[in-house]
């Protein structure tokens, strides 16, 4: 297309997506192989604006606990996990697990995001159970845990509906659910990094189910890996269909793959441009979320300030322990100080909130 033409095409979206009209598919694979990253931030700066006019902007103080790491998906994206029967497996003990907490709520955190591997004995009532203690032990701490492929792991193990499965471990404590472990949300791509992991449309219905019964949770996207431009507009109109239809996710989170001591690593990783880009493109595209987080943990405190006029109204979580992107050679770590430096030098007052973005 002659530039003169694409400029003009891509103004005139622009615009309409600023009077409020949605942009479909095709336009929005349009912005993301545009060359005008300066008017598609600044559209979604707008667009965050607009949405959110209140002088400050948002970040929690959680912690990422991981109860296993035996996991018999075996995702070509992944360093974090082992298969099972390999000696550097381990199942967290209840004494550690209660350290972690007791850490979190003394730094100020009042939820804590629980995921792990998809081990292949750990029985319905073991979740419940880890649920049920530490609910007892700590009844005002949010329990944010098992992303989608998680429910479907324990469905399949149980032979009980997903529904079933939510609803015990709803009963058990579980606050909200995190929508980890979406990556691209295209079958073909699912095929190619993680066939044993649950399929997009699995994915999508757990998240059905869980909002159905009242329940809250994230959305995620990890990108720059093997899809296409395509499918990762697929997966923003997937999730925007969803919200659509039940209006449950709290918020959107997209991260870049970080291919570092993963069966990926010789696939280059993708840059801050086309994090940035990303980030934009979802405040435009996804006009039913009201959230849209920085990735941090992934991109580093300054990008991270960047992204805050990209079109995100979220730092994300001070996150004390993380271990999956870790795994991946990526580690950044902060304080709440460098956090709330960081709004304010991107113009905002920082705030601190729940997961359900609810403000302190
Ligand atoms: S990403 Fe999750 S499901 Fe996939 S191998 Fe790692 S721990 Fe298992």
């Known amino acids: 297309m002659a530039e003169g033409m694409e400029c003009f095409m891509i103004t005139t979206l622009l615009s309409r997506a600023i009077q409020g009209e ?26 965050c604006r607009l949405k959110h006019p209140e002088p400050y902007r948002t970040y929690n103080i959680d912690r990422n606990i991981n109860y296993t790491n035996i996991c018999t998906s075996g995702c070509r994206f992944c360093a974090f996990s082992v298969q099972p029967g390999d000696a550097r ?16 709520l003394a ?35 949010n329990i944010h845990g098992f992303g989608p492929p998680e429910i479907v792991h324990f469905a399949k193990l149980s ?34 990094t993680s066939p044993h992991k649950a399929t997009a449309d699995e994915w999508i219905e757990v998240c059905r189910v869980w909002h159905r019964l009242g329940g809250r949770g994230s959305a995620t ?18 999730i925007r269909s969803l919200q659509d239809e039940m209006g449950g996710f709290t918020a959107f989170i997209p991260w870049i793959f970080q291919p570092k001591n993963t069966p990926l690593a010789t ?26 987080q920085v990735s941090w943990v992934t991109q580093g405190l300054d990008i991270g300030a960047l992204a805050l006029r990209f079109g995100a109204n979220d730092f ?13 050679g990526t580690r950044f770590r902060t304080t709440v100080q460098e956090i709330e430096c960081r709004i304010v030098s991107a113009g905002y007052e920082p705030r601190q909130r729940n997961v359900f973005y609810q403000i302190s």
Not at 167 to 185: C, D, F, K, N, T
Not at 268 to 283: E, M, N, Q, V
Request: a negative charge.
């Open 22 to 47: 949605r942009l479909n598919a095709q336009e929005a694979i349009l912005l993301f192989e545009s060359n005008s990253l300066a008017q598609i931030a600044e559209t979604a700066d707008a667009l």
């Open 316 to 328: 994300g979580s001070l996150m004390i322990e993380e271990n999956v992107v870790a795994a991946a």
């Open 159 to 192: 032979g009980l509906p997903i529904e079933n499965v939510l609803r015990r471990l709803r009963a058990a404590g579980l606050g909200s659910l995190p929508g980890g472990g979406a990556e691209i949300l295209s079958n073909r791509v699912r095929n190619l």
């Open 267 to 292: 696939h280059p990783k993708s840059g801050t441009w086309d994090y940035l880009r990303t980030l934009a493109i979802s405040r435009i595209f996804l006009d039913n979320f009201d959230n849209i």
């Open 107 to 141: 730094m100020g955190g009042n939820q804590i995001l629980m995921q792990g591997g998809l081990h292949p004995e750990l029985p319905l009532e073991w979740y419940e159970s880890l649920l049920h203690d530490i609910h007892q032990k700590y009844p005002t701490l």
């Open 221 to 238: 996207m990890m990108c720059g890996h093997l899809e296409t431009v395509a499918e990762r507009v697929e997966h923003l109109a997937r």
């Open 89 to 104: 497996g381990w199942v967290i003990e209840r004494s550690t697990l209660y350290q972690k907490i007791d850490e979190t």
